[in-house]
T-cell receptor
Framework: AQTVTQSQPEMSVQEAETVTLSCTYD???????LFWYKQPPSRQMILVIR??????QNATENRFSVNFQKAAKSFSLKISDSQLGDAAMYFC??????????FGKGTRLHILP | EPEVTQTPSHQVTQMGQEVILRCVPI?????FYWYRQILGQKVEFLVS????????KSEIFDDQFSVERPDGSNFTLKIRSTKLEDSAMYFC???????????????FGQGTRLTVV
């Protein structure tokens, strides 16, 4: 069975600084997708970024980028120029070939003004 | 932009009562999911639904739970006899495809907060 592990329950970063959230996963599949979702206090799940496992190039969305290491099964999220609005719970997620999404336990990110 | 909508946003129910949580997936999506998030915990998969039948379910999804697509637009989750531990945020999600055509992410609704008292 696939698992997703986020080893940092909470992190803090100074506004305008860069922060990296860690994620590792375990799978025997070769074809899958990885995601980072943001959950603000409203508790809505908002997609931040996605990565196709077959692509070697790391995905980037404005200030958000990932470091995808397929052999190491690692998928970290880097947030550059952190803003107060980035404060939220961040979930790393794996999407299996069957379509089910498996979430990590989340990392709560605090932005310090 | 198309979105998944869930109603109600918040439901309070007495223990032992039946509740139905409603979702309207994005219109051209084919696969539907329910997830649960107990406060402070991670998001857990409950069930996936395709072609009018359950395609996968978790161990959480016991006989107390059922899903249905009663018409062409709604996708419902029913809890027959609610327990205190069913209190959680319930998310509906939909996606166009699965398998080798994993070309889109799952789109989540805004969630229904269920409180069992």
């Amino acid at each position: 069975a696939q698992t997703v592990t986020q080893s940092q329950p909470e992190m803090s970063v100074q506004e305008a600084e860069t922060v990296t959230l860690s994620c590792t996963y375990d799978t025997s599949e070769s074809d899958y997708y990885l995601f980072w979702y943001k959950q603000p206090p409203s508790r809505q799940m908002i997609l931040v970024i996605r990565q196709e496992a077959y692509k070697q190039q790391n995905a980037t969305e404005n200030r958000f980028s990932v470091n995808f290491q397929k052999a190491a099964k690692s998928f970290s999220l880097k947030i550059s120029d952190s803003q107060l609005g980035d404060a939220a719970m961040y979930f790393c997620a794996y999407r299996s070939a069957m379509g089910k999404i498996i979430f990590g336990k989340g990392t709560r990110l605090h932005i310090l003004p | 932009e198309p979105e998944v909508t869930q109603t109600p946003s918040h439901q309070v129910t007495q223990m032992g009562q039946e509740v139905i949580l409603r979702c309207v997936p994005i219109s051209n999506h084919l696969y539907f999911y329910w997830y649960r998030q107990i406060l402070g915990q991670k998001v857990e998969f409950l069930v996936s639904f395709y072609n009018n039948e359950i395609s996968e379910k978790s161990e959480i999804f016991d006989d107390q739970f059922s899903v249905e697509r009663p018409d062409g637009s709604n996708f419902t989750l029913k809890i027959r006899s609610t327990k205190l531990e069913d209190s959680a945020m319930y998310f509906c999600a939909s996606t166009v495809s699965r398998g080798r055509r994993l070309n889109t992410e799952a789109f989540f609704g805004q969630g229904t907060r269920l409180t069992v008292v």
